[in-house]
Each structure stands twice: as C-alpha cells, then as structure tokens.
C-alpha cells in the first residue's frame, strides 16, 4: 500500500475515526471521485492547494466538488495574497501529490478553510492520499480533526 495513503489512515486512526479507504481507481476529478463513491459531486471534497504569496506555505481550501474557489475571498480569508502552489512545495508540505491531497495526514501543520456546503450532507468524500483511494467521514468528524476555519470562499 502507498505510504501516503498509511499516513492518512494513521492520521484517521490518531483522531478517533474509524474511515475505511477504497481504491477505486483513478479519479482525478470530483466528477470521476463523485462516480467512484457513488454519491453527488458536492459530497466530494476537493483538497485545493494555494501558497500564501508573503508566508510561501501552503494554504488548504476544502471545498464541495461542484464549487470553485474565489481567488479574491480565499486571499482574505488567508490574509496575504494567494498563488499557485507547484507541485514540490504541495509534496513538501503536504506529503502528497497533486489530484492525491488529503485533508489529513500532512507532513506539516497547513491552514485550512472549510466550505460549509459540505456540511450540508451527512456523509462526504475525501482524497485518501492518490488519485485513486478516498474515504468517506461526516463533514463535522472532518472540520474537527482538520482545524479548518468555515468559512464562505466560493463563487
């Protein structure tokens, strides 16, 4: 098994959540993740990276899989202007590389923002590591073992 993704279940173990993984081959995309766990594309919830353009660090926006961030919302909610985060610093970062990145399980702390739309379902759907493992969890189990801040950074 990936080591990426033993970290996350290590991580999900560590926080009290008993999360199966699946491996459901490549699923890229929300739409690929959503069809893969056989749920709605707003129970997927995309882990987008940006780095803080005065901080360099990697900042997490966990959003619904049919939402897109606001440039303009995320850079006020991270109080610095926000870039493209390469995928060396997502790796070293995070751990994981890009289309894999979990909410959980990061080499180090990472700020996250929590889109509240997930909170509208009772179960969602989370990258596991790869491309082609997730996991399912309640969105608040989710919000608490991630620390990310709800807030409203979509369009």
């Known amino acids: ?15 009290g959540v008993a999360a199966v993984v699946r491996e459901v081959g490549q699923a890229r995309t929300a739409i690929e993740a959503a069809e893969a766990a056989n749920c709605d594309v707003d129970q997927i919830a995309k882990s987008i990276i940006f780095r803080g353009e ?26 610095e202007p926000l870039g493209k985060a390469d995928a060396a610093l997502v790796r070293s970062e995070t751990g994981f590389a890009i289309g894999g990145v979990a909410p959980v399980g990061h080499l ?34 989710l919000l608490d073992i991630t620390g990310a801040q709800p807030a409203d950074f979509t369009e």
């Open 1 to 15: 098994m990936s080591t990426s993704v033993e970290r996350v279940e290590a991580a999900l173990d560590a926080a």
């Open 54 to 79: 005065d901080s360099g660090h990697v900042v997490l926006f966990l959003t619904a899989g049919g939402n897109r961030v606001c440039a303009d919302k995320a850079s006020a909610l991270a109080g």
């Open 108 to 141: 180090t702390k990472v700020r996250a923002f929590f889109d509240p739309r997930l909170s509208e379902f009772e179960i969602i759907w989370a990258a596991a590591g790869t491309p082609r493992h997730i996991f399912a969890i309640e969105p608040g189990v």
